[in-house]
């Protein structure tokens, strides 16, 4: 046998020579499958970018259309006459009814929600048990708002939500045929 005496430091070198080309065979297997997909993800920033910056135009509804708000509550007591004063004080001019659904509460909500019911005819107090059965918790009670609203535009808000004098005036100015949900 004949065999070939090599310098060690000859062996380390084409070792790492060797460990370098895997590396680059590597990375270059990644860079065809990952090049088109940064492209696309570019291109597609790029889309966004120039549909944002098109001007987007929504026609304003100046209809006084009726409008039914739902709130679902569950021990409210805390803000609930914050609340219902905002919607007492709601700006907008077109037929309104608050139609506050309580969620089997165990403090003093259902006697605040009555006692604006008895002062003013748009406020409607509603109990959750009439929510679909299978139904549960906010959901149940959301239904039997839905389900009791005498108007086909419904906004909703909950509670602990601070709402301006104006807000559903702006809400209802951007109903229109061609928007089915407004956020």
């Known amino acids: ?39 696309i993800y570019l291109v597609n920033i790029q889309k966004f970018i120039n549909g944002i910056k098109k001007p987007y135009q929504i026609s304003v509804n100046n209809n006084q259309i009726p409008i039914s708000i739902i709130v679902a509550v569950k021990n409210g007591e805390e803000n609930m006459t914050r609340l219902l004063d905002a919607l007492l004080h709601q700006t907008y001019k077109g037929n309104m009814e608050f139609l506050i659904v309580d969620d089997n509460s165990s403090d003093n909500t259902k006697k605040i929600i009555q006692n604006y019911s008895n002062n003013d005819s748009r406020f409607k107090y509603i109990s ?55 956020i």
């Open 128 to 182: 959750s048990d009439i929510g679909s059965q299978t139904l549960k918790h906010k959901k149940k009670a959301l239904d039997a708002g839905i389900n009791n609203a005498n108007y086909e535009h419904l906004l909703f808000t909950d509670i602990d939500c601070i709402i301006q004098p104006s807000w559903v005036a702006s809400m209802v100015a951007c109903f229109s045929d061609n928007i089915d949900y407004i």
């Open 1 to 39: 046998h004949n065999y070939v005496e090599c310098d060690k430091s000859i062996l380390i070198k084409l070792n790492e020579i060797l460990l370098w080309l895997i590396l680059i065979d590597i990375i270059s297997n990644l860079y065809c499958f990952t090049i088109p997909f940064i492209i």
